[in-house]
């Protein structure tokens, strides 16, 4: 696992997108794991930039999305198929049949997360995955208590997780299930860019970086696979053992 400490949220979104880019340059019919969340939204608005520039070019990239919410059509305004139009899909030229997103609404959720694996397979797995990280140590939404042996699944929400999340719902409830890749789908990706930014993210990522590996926090299964990169401003890596910036 790789730390890097950057000087400001902004600049660990300008390294983030930096890193998505060098991927596409080097291969552009790239397969990317996307993540949505705030932290994703200036590392989308910074890729955005890039792409007008003419620095980087998603139209022979396939995307497959981490997870979506249980029951929300691709339609309705807080699911993660929405987020994705309004912070890329929508500003940047790519090819819609290249695009994978879970159907949240999908009337048999264990056929849709058995489709999404194949899709994912299909796709010749997935070259690099972007990650946010839970307070709680989740990543997608496996939440606490998720095995490393998971797959694309229906999975609970952590109470704290709808609680998050609760005013893109409001004055609806937040689903309490999702749609989300497992662990082991997670580690399955060639590599990993996890980023997280802001002082409630400095207990989770002390614990996925300095913690016990296991279920309890379940970014900690990241430091069993070879190639993670973590990106940090200096709030989030606040709890880390030695941190100092390093750009
Ligand atoms: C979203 C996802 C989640 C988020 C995490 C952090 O697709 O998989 O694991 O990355 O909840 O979200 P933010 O960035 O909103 O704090």
Redesign the pocket.
Known sequence: MRIEVLADPAAVARRAAGVVADVLRATPDAVLGL??????RPVYDELVALQRRGEVDFTRATTL???EYAGLAADHPAS?AAYMRAALFSRVPVDPARIHLMRGDAPDPQAEARRYEAAITAAGGIGLQL?????NG????NEPGTEASTRTRLAPLAAA?QQ?NAPAFHPQPVPERAL?MGIATILEARRCLLVATGAD?APAVARMVQGPVGPDCPASFLRGHPDVTVLLDPAAARDLAAAAPSG
């Open positions: 993540a949505t969340g705030g932290t994703m999305n981490l997870d993660f990650l946010g990280i839970g307070r989740h990543i997608a939404f997780t998050v989300t993210k």
